[in-house]
Structure formats: structure tokens, C-alpha cells
């Protein structure tokens, strides 16, 4: 991707101590204009040692020539195997190509290409008006699981027309992260290579924090763009047969909700029993109280569907066999758990394990 | 089990917060003398709301009747499917006969009553000579995964004739199920239920921690207990095909090594890794960097069987394409991560992640 215009980057990335090359490279220049963004997969770059860093420098460089953009002006990212040199002949030779051809319809094409496991290409879009200009945003995100084997790697893109102010989109754009990719799970492993990206004209007395109608117009439709991504990268999970929401309510703590429902959803036995479709609620319960957030034991309450299952910690008493039987049949469910303590609230997006979660990862690499 | 004479126990529960009645009854009366054991399995007695306590309070009556033993110096401990009422008259008829016949012999009938999904009964013990008096240690356990479906629970019982002051045993007890019960992971989840228990004959003035030799001589006997118990749990592990050792070493803090190793072992790609036996050691890398624990990333050393594989957080050079293939096919495998940035270690025990996991996992209650 090459903008004629100068850029802004807002970004997030894996907060993995062993970090790929590409990613400290990006977190530094994401301090500096952006003219183009280089992304490729089959090769994670990470745990190379020193080569890491001196080939996605070589890579940068190929780009610097065909664009004139300097090396702290490209935003650099990988995806695939962990620990295997990258090729970087191979790119070198493909980047004239690359800059030339590049064009407003090549997006579909940056979608497709930064895809690994994926069975889909995930994109959304959202419009928002301005005084009257109509602006977008539109945002691509690659993964199948927060995992990927050790084809490591979530990586989210969304560009905009929108000129923002860096400190207001920084803000903006990790609150929309926050509440969508950082609340989706599909096995707990967190890659070395993780990175979700925010690219807009660059403008300074733009919409600032606060009550201003812009702000939260902006804000909503770019949550609405990566919240789909997320979504998209939760359906395709690696072997999910489900899709499953999970909200902790009622908790003393935003981050004590968070917490509580991804122990819920990374657990093997809540994502099995979904397998299963086989009410086993005690596995909720068994997850929320190892969840180590404050919570009062004998006071929860769990939906599924809206239904009511749990009464202050037993079984509610009006739940029929045959509802017993059929509440984990949907391909869609909504859990609520109700802790009753407190007036906070988190959602997170999961999905079940199967068995070919097992043969995906078992025989990944061979 | 009855005990002839008055007995003291030292205790490790459940961190759950959502914890079962007889974890809470049996926590109050650790402080007490204990006269009498009582464990059902089948059911787990949890999240039955106030019912709970008074259904175990029951049984404990049962005991009281044929015993003479007052309620406050009985243990007692469920294991099974939770949110289920426990069949109290099925107890209560059983009691009488119970402690009729209960005589020496009859510990591995006990071993073999408190299991639920294990697949073979499990005990061990060891010898102390203490100034020419020979003392045993004995012990039981039952679990097949730190999980059991919503069967919860793993339960430990550990008996001695040597006489101890409860300070000094509880102390020696908590450090050795800190590296034996507390360091052993199937699937990460924690039951309502887990209870571990070391019963011995009351006594002051014995022993006391420090460089005395008779105490050194007991922990080391009661450790090897514990540690046998727990390899057998994890070697009964659901669906488990492999044995694994995962130390983590030269690390800054011991709880800092244990937590990179815990998170190492509860990785689901490492484990399926180890089921598929192909080498992807960039897995062990990224769950040793969401590990959260100081560490410096360029400099990780990881050995599988003694053989170095990862050299600076890079493939080994010397590291042949024979061996990369071959290196996980032993049925038992230990694994060494070297942080090289301080002096601590810990050693974790677990097992792989298999198909047989979803299967035991998906359709346990049906």
C-alpha cells in the first residue's frame, strides 16, 4: 500500500515479550509520517536473532527505492512461520511490480494477500458524515484463531480519509481495539506478530476527546469496522463449529468482567461441552470462580439464549428437561453471566474446540 | 476412615472461589483433631446453594452415630458432577457397615472408592527410620486431568504414623504440594473440590523445621508421596498419549518460572504440537513471551531430551533434519527453557492435547 498523501498510524501490537522483527520496527517509526505499508505472510520473521531486523531492513529499503519514502516512513509487518529466515530475494524482485500496479482497487488484493489459514478474506466498511463530506473507513484483518500455529499472527489494517489528530486517534483507535480484537479468543495463545493498524490523513485541531459530536461519530464507525473484522476472525477459528458471546455483568470492574469471561471462554471444558451441545453448567462456575476476579459465590446468575439456567449459584428451578436438551443447540449463542456485585460490564467473543482444532495444530507444519 | 487415635491434618484447598460444601466444612475442621475420613464420589456436592452444607452436614451426623466422633473432628471431601443434590439416605444406609468393617486392609478399597473417570487406582508411599524406629507415609489420589469434566476434582489423602506438631507438618506439607500437586496441569481449569490432605498421629515438641535431621528425612519421604501421586494423575491425564517435564530455569524469581512454565504447559498449540510430534519450538517461544515474566527475549535456550534446540532464541545451528523429526517421538519428553537471566527454576508436569480429550470432554454427562 502507497498513499500519496502523508499519513498518521495509530497502532497496537502483541504485548508477547519475544516480539517479531517487523513489529519493533513498526512501533518505532508508528511515532512518524506513514507513505507505505509493506506486508507479507508464509514467514513471521520472528526469532531470526540479528537477521531479523537486517532483513526487514533490505525488505524497507526495496520499498524506499520504487516509492522515495524513507525507511522511518514505511510501516513493515509479517505473518507465518516463527524462526525461518524470510526470502528476501524473492521480495525484493516482486516490490517494482508491487508500487507500480498499486492502485484505489488493489484493496481486495491487500486483503486476499496477507491471508495464511484463513478460509476467507475479512473485510468491512463504514461511512460516516462530516458537515456534510462523506468520509470512510475501510479495514482488513487476517486470522484464524488469536493463535495461528506457529503461523503466528493477527493483523488488522484499517485506512480512512478522515484527517484526525494523532493523540485523538491513538486514543480512539485503542478503546475500539480494546472492546474487539483484544476481546476475542479462540485457543488464549497470543502471537509474537500481532498488530492491528489505523492509517489517516494527518491533521492537527481535528476532533478532540470529549462531547463533540465528530469524535463519537468517527469513533463509533471505526469500532463498527473492527469489531466486524474481530467477529470475522472468531467465525473462521480454527475447527469452531460455534460462534459464542460471553458477557460478565454486573462485575465490580470492567477489567475484573474481561477477566472473568476469558477464563470462561479459554476454557478446554466450557469449549468441549459446546461440542458436545451437553449442559454441563458447573464448568461455568468452576471458570468463574478460578477466575480470581471479587465476586460473591452464591449469588450468580447464567442465561444462555436469554434463557435463565443458574439461580444465585444452583440450578433455576423452572429449567425443563427439554430446554435443558436444546439450549446448546443454536450455531450462535449468547451467554450472560450476572455476578451480581457491582455495575460493570464485558463482552468477549469465542469460539468451541473440535477435533479439528486438533488435526489443524497437530500436523501443521508437515 | 477411622482413626483409633487423635489425628492431626494439614490441608491445601481449593483457590476456587466457588467452592463446595465440604471444602468449606472441611477447611473450618482442619484446625480441629480429626477422627474420622469421609469421601463420596460420583457427586461433588457444589453450587446446591444452602443445601449443601446441610446435606453434608448429614452424612457427617451418620459418621458422628457410628464413630462417636463429634462433627467437628471429621473431614469431609465429594467428588462428581456438580449442581446435583447428594443422595444423602444412600450414605446414611451405607454408614453403619462402613465403620464396621473398616481395619487396616482396607486403604486400597479406599483408593479405589474415590474414583471417577481415572483409569486405574492410584497410591504410593515410602519409609522414614527416625532413631531406629522405622514410620511409613501412604497415600492416594484420584484425578485424570486438574479438570475432571464436571466430574470436579483431584483429591489427595496422605497418611503417617510418624507423630508431628501441625505447624511444622503444615509447612512441610504446603511446600510439598507446591511442587508436586500444584505444579501438574491437563488443561489448566481448577475444580470447586480440590483438596489435598496429610493425616498423622498429634504430637509437640517433635521435630521443627530448620537444619534438624528428622525433618529433612520426613519432608523428603512425604515429597516423594506427593510427587508420585501427581505424575500418576497427569499419566492418567484424559485422552494424554505423552508424559511431559517442562522446567523452566535460570529465571529470576521461582514464581516467575513457574508461571512460564505453567503457561508453556497449558498452551493448546504446544500440546497439540506434542501430539502431532512436529517440532514447531516457535510455540514454546511465543507462550514463553505471553508469560508476562522479566525475561530478555534474544536470549532463550531451549533444550528437548537434553538436545539443544533453540540457541538465543534462534534454531540451533547443529540442530540436523533427523533429528528435528524424531525429537518428539519418545512417549516421555522433557523439556528445558533457559532464560539465562537469573537462578531460579521449577518444574512442571503435563501431558498432550489429543482428539480422546474432545471426545471424553464433549459427551461426558450423556
Not at 91 to 114: N, Q, W, Y
Not at 137 to 150: D, L, Q, R, W
Not at 198 to 220: L, T, V
Not at 312 to 339: A, H, Q, R
Request: aromatic share 6%.
Amino acid at each position: 500500500m502507497v498513499s500519496e498523501i502523508p499519513l498518521r498510524v495509530s497502532a497496537v501490537f502483541t504485548r508477547n515479550k519475544v516480539k517479531a522483527a517487523p513489529v519493533i520496527i513498526s512501533k518505532k517509526n508508528s511515532k512518524n509520517i506513514i507513505r507505505a505499508l509493506i506486508v507479507n505472510s508464509g514467514n513471521a520473521n520472528a526469532c531470526n536473532g540479528k537477521y531479523g531486523i537486517t532483513d526487514a531492513k533490505k525488505v524497507m529499503e526495496a520499498v524506499s527505492t520504487e516509492t522515495g519514502a524513507a525507511a522511518g516512513n514505511i510501516f513493515i509487518c509479517s505473518t507465518g512461520v516463527i524462526g525461518e529466515r524470510l526470502n528476501v530475494p524473492l521480495i525484493e524482485r516482486a516490490v517494482p511490480e508491487l508500487v507500480k500496479t498499486a492502485d484505489k482497487s488493489g484493496f481486495h488484493d491487500f486483503a486476499k494477500s496477507i491471508k495464511t489459514t484463513d478460509t476467507f478474506t475479512k473485510t468491512a466498511s463504514s461511512d460516516v458524515t462530516l458537515n456534510g463530506v462523506k468520509y470512510r473507513i475501510i479495514g482488513t484483518a487476517k486470522g484464524s484463531g488469536m493463535i495461528m500455529p506457529n503461523m503466528a499472527t493477527m493483523l488488522a489494517f484499517i485506512f480512512s480519509d478522515i484527517p484526525l489528530k494523532k493523540e485523538t486517534a491513538d486514543e480512539m483507535f485503542k478503546d475500539c481495539v480494546e472492546k474487539s480484537f483484544n476481546s476475542i479468543t479462540v485457543d488464549g495463545d497470543t502471537s509474537t506478530n500481532d498488530t492491528a493498524a489505523f492509517f489517516y490523513p494527518d491533521a492537527s485541531g481535528r476532533p478532540e476527546k470529549g462531547a463533540d459530536a465528530d469524535y463519537k461519530k468517527i469513533k463509533n464507525a471505526l469500532f463498527k469496522v473492527c469489531l466486524e473484522l474481530a467477529e470475522m476472525i472468531v467465525k473462521d477459528g480454527e475447527g469452531a463449529t460455534k460462534f459464542i458471546k460471553i458477557t460478565v455483568m454486573n462485575a465490580h470492574t470492567e477489567s475484573g468482567a474481561k477477566k472473568t469471561a476469558l477464563t470462561v471462554a479459554n476454557s478446554p471444558l466450557f469449549k468441549t461441552m459446546l461440542t458436545g451441545e451437553d449442559l454441563n453448567w458447573g464448568r461455568i462456575m468452576a471458570a468463574v470462580g478460578r477466575s480470581s476476579v471479587p465476586l460473591e459465590p452464591e449469588k450468580i446468575d447464567i442465561y444462555i439464549n436469554d434463557k435463565l439456567i443458574v439461580q444465585n449459584s444452583s440450578v433455576y428451578k423452572g429449567l425443563s428437561k427439554s430446554e435443558e436438551k436444546t439450549v446448546l443447540s443454536p450455531k450462535e449463542i449468547d451467554f450472560k453471566i450476572d455476578l451480581k456485585c457491582g455495575k460493570k460490564k464485558w463482552t468477549v467473543l469465542t469460539c468451541n474446540l473440535t477435533k479439528e482444532y486438533i488435526d489443524i495444530n497437530a500436523s501443521y507444519r508437515s
